[in-house]
């Protein structure tokens, strides 16, 4: 940026092949600062990044779902269709759940690579909900 600051102006704009170097070096200065996150550089995403992120937000709450379709009845007072339509029911909020935070994956920029955000994102998942359950504990204690 130092160097680029102390050029002859006046050469430049006098010469073509100059002046297009020099705006396609202020361009690509333009970008990489439009593009970071602090000094983290992110990355514009592609279809196959918002596929990995839109997998790896909505994964822990799809098998969840798939959990709760096959689990097995606790309260066996119920009818047999109320207890099915509580299992289905629970499937599809659990469903949903995991579609809106595959939602809110895929908005998350992507910083250094998309593996970042493929793991972060599920132990975040998982970590969150820990941290209150500890800290409830410790709060009643």
């Known amino acids: 940026m130092e160097k680029v600051s102390k050029l002859d102006i006046e ?3 006098n010469n ?3 002046k297009e170097e020099y705006e396609s070096i202020l361009a690509e200065i ?3 600062q439009d593009k970071s996150i ?3 550089t992110t990355q514009v995403n592609n279809s196959n990044d918002n596929v990995l992120k839109f997998i790896s937000g909505g994964i822990l709450f799809w098998i969840i779902s798939l959990v709760m379709l096959f689990q097995k009845d606790k309260d066996m007072t119920q009818k047999r269709s109320k207890r099915l339509f ?3 029911a629970a499937m599809v909020i659990c469903a949903l759940i995991g579609w809106g935070l595959a939602a809110v ?3 998350i ?4 690579s998309v593996w970042t955000n ?4 599920p132990c975040l998942q998982l970590a969150i909900p820990l941290l209150i359950m500890y800290s409830s504990k410790s709060v009643k204690s």
Request: hydrophobic residues 50%; charged residues 10%; glycine residues 8%.
């Open 109 to 112: 920029p992507t910083i250094g």
């Open 38 to 40: 602090g000094t983290m």
């Open 11 to 13: 050469l430049i704009e």
């Open 118 to 121: 493929v793991v972060i994102f």
């Open 105 to 107: 994956a895929t908005r």
């Open 30 to 32: 333009h970008n990489a």
């Open 86 to 88: 509580n299992r289905i």
């Open 16 to 18: 073509h092949l100059l």
